[in-house]
C-alpha cells in the first residue's frame, strides 16, 4: 500500500509540474513589441528598403552628355531591345488555323529546327541559321499577327528571324 502512495505522491507532483510550466511557458515565446498587439488596419505601414529612397540610376550621369566606354557597354543591350522594330506581319484568319499553317510553313523551310510549340501561348521556339528565338502567334483586331520575339518577349534582332519572318510571309501570303 505505501507503495501506491508513493506513486500517487510522485504522479501529483508531475501534473503540478506540467501544469506549472504549461500556464507559464506561453510568457516566454511573447513578444514584447506593443505593434503586434494592434489590430491590422492600426499598424504603422512597413515600405519595402527599395521603395523608400529616390531612383538614382541616373545620379553619377557626367553633365555635358560624355558617355563613357563602361555606360555605354552596360546600356547597350538595353537599348538595342528598346529601338528593335518588331519584325512580324498581319494576316486575316483565326489563330488556332493559322497556328497550324505556321507550323507547316516552319517545317517546311529549310534549315529551321523547332525545338518545341506551345499552341495555348501561340508561340515556336526555332533555332534558324543559328539563332534562337520564339516565332509568336497573337489575334488581333485585324486578324492574326505572326513576330518574331527573344525569349524575354522583346523583339528578336539579327537577320536570321528578318529572313524566317520574310520566308513565313511569302509562303502564308501575307
Known sequence: MRNHASLYRFAAVAVLAIAVVGAS??????????VYKQS???RPLEIPPDLD?????????????SVT?????????????????????TIPGERDAIFTKVGDALTATPGVTVASKAQILGTYDVNYEGSDFLVRVTKVDAGVYISAVDPRGFPAVGAAPS?????LRASLGG
Open 69 to 89: 566606354a563602361s555606360q555605354t557597354a552596360a546600356t547597350a543591350p538595353q537599348r538595342a531591345a528598346s529601338t528593335a522594330t518588331p519584325v512580324g506581319f
Open 163 to 167: 529572313k524566317l519572318i520574310a520566308a
Open 25 to 34: 511557458g506561453c510568457r516566454w515565446f511573447r513578444k514584447g513589441d506593443d
Open 53 to 65: 529612397r529616390p531612383n538614382a540610376d541616373n545620379a553619377m550621369a557626367v553633365p555635358g552628355g
Open 40 to 42: 491590422a488596419e492600426t
